[in-house]
């Protein structure tokens, strides 16, 4: 085991490792927050005494229990003092030789018993790890934005993490208060691949002039029951950043179908349309802008749904049928990491696993597109009368 009282490092204060560094010193250990740039070491400790401020404000927190998370974090501009870490790990700009330079450089800092972890969310593991001589020590380390607030965390071994390290990183994390799940070491892990026609199927419909994105999102909330459309979510994500997710796990799948990206996301980044952050994306936020209402036809909401679950669900399927994860795990993973009202396989119980093969095999005779093809699991199960989860 990883000593409760163990020193984390955390390399990066951005967003994502400056809440990690909170949630390790919210934990009780001692935090070494790097960051090559104290510029960026100043805004995350500012930003860090705000959010912190404002729990007191509100009566979630004392004083005393923010100055003592406070004080347990060290924000340092060099890595030598990662030196006593029993746990580091890195969550820096996603470019593989960047995150290979900091490595090779932490491995020869760190003591020989200290693991090394990466929050990539996109990057293989294996890939990362290659620039380490103990690459055993090493595996991914996935948690979600804000990392304070998401439950979920993805435990992923590369090729060559020892089970132990494993077994000691994923029991460590579940101690942090946090729901782990484990995953193969394949492009978008669990989340970032079963989540990918929330966003792609949504644009497919919009670019088809079935419906436009307030429809389409009022059809997933308030038929689906998702606390977000996919065209708020893609607009408060950054077209930018969802883009480069879908285009990356598109060519890492070796270009197929099912997650090609969308040339109407592709415009918007073109033209600066990065949705909250720019300003405007499919919807306009600047000030006095008003935006068109959702048509609130019953059936054609219903229509969209189903279509966009259905997708969801072969796409959960898949990731079960190529041993990515586990049943449970997919389900945890998509409830807790991107907050979906039940577990994609648990749904497809409820509604009827034929009933979700019949609404894949139409959209595969409507279109003969590859995209479309159902997964050979469903179509197995289905065959078999069986369910993924006992009735």
Known sequence: MISKDAKIGVVGAGTMGTGIAQVAATQGHQVYLYDAYPHQLEKSREGLESILARQVEKERMTQEEIDGILNRIEFVDNITSFGECGFVIEAIVEDLEVKKDAFARLEGIVSKDCILASNTSSLSVAAISAALKKPERFLGVHFFNPAPLMKLVEIIPGIATDNQV???????????????????????????????????????????????????????????????????????????????????VFEAFYYDPRFKPSFAQKRMVEAGWLGRKSGRGFYDYREGAKNPSPNKDEELGQVIFDRILTMLINEACDAVFMNIASVEDVDLAMQNGVNYPKGLLKWADEIGLKNVLDRMTALQVEYREDRYRPNPLLKKMVAEQTNFYEQ
């Open 166 to 248: 494993f077994d000691k990183t994923k029991a460590f994390i579940k101690g942090w208060d946090k729901i782990t799940v484990s995953g193969k070491d394949t492009p978008g892990f669990i989340v970032n691949r079963v989540a990918r026609p929330f966003y792609g199927e949504a644009l497919r419909i919009y670019e088809e002039g079935i419906a436009d994105a307030p429809t389409i999102d009022w059809a997933m909330k308030e038929i689906g029951g998702f606390r977000m459309g996919p065209f708020e979510l893609m607009d408060l994500i950054g077209h930018d950043v969802n883009y480069e997710v879908t285009s990356t």
